[in-house]
């Protein structure tokens, strides 16, 4: 911190001896060790709220660029659920145009399909065919 060596504090050491003397001297030694203790203890205490504040502070920003990205998750997921509800409506619209019976011909005559078949009242039955009117029975067959 500021690079004191050991011939610097040998010869504070010599100087306070003769300043002070020898009575005075582990007092102010004591003294002197008492306020770099609490110079450190303050400096610890300075660097540590330090720290907890740019841990916090990355907290928050961690915590901001989670939020942004679950958000962005959020946006993307309801732009796919539109984007699929938009295909689903499409694919049923599609069912339902397959699905859908053709609309009735406004002409019978225009349908080549239903001039080729006769009209329902007209088909005879075998049983017809062979009495000449139709819907009457054949007589009962005699046994020879």
């Not at 001039?115 to 039955?125: G, R």
């Not at 017809?128 to 819907?135: E, I, K, L």
Request: glycine fraction near 4%; charged fraction near 25%; charge should be negative.
């Amino acid at each position: 911190m500021f690079d004191i060596g050991f011939s610097e504090l040998l010869l504070i050491a010599v100087v306070a001896l003769v300043v002070l003397g020898p009575e005075r001297l582990p007092k102010a030694a004591r003294f002197a060790g008492l306020w770099v203790r609490r110079a450190r203890n303050q400096w610890d205490s300075v660097k540590q709220e330090l720290e907890r504040e740019l841990q916090a502070e990355e907290l928050q920003r961690n915590l901001r660029s989670v939020r942004q990205s679950v958000q962005q998750a959020e946006r993307d997921l309801h732009e796919g659920a539109t984007r699929l509800r938009g295909d689903v409506d499409a694919l049923r619209d599609e069912v339902d145009a397959v699905a859908a019976p053709a609309p009735p011909a406004a002409d019978a005559a225009a349908d080549p399909a239903a001039q080729a078949l006769p009209a329902p009242d007209a088909v005879q039955t075998p049983a017809a065919d062979m009495t000449g009117t139709t819907g009457a029975a054949l007589p009962p067959e005699r046994a020879p």
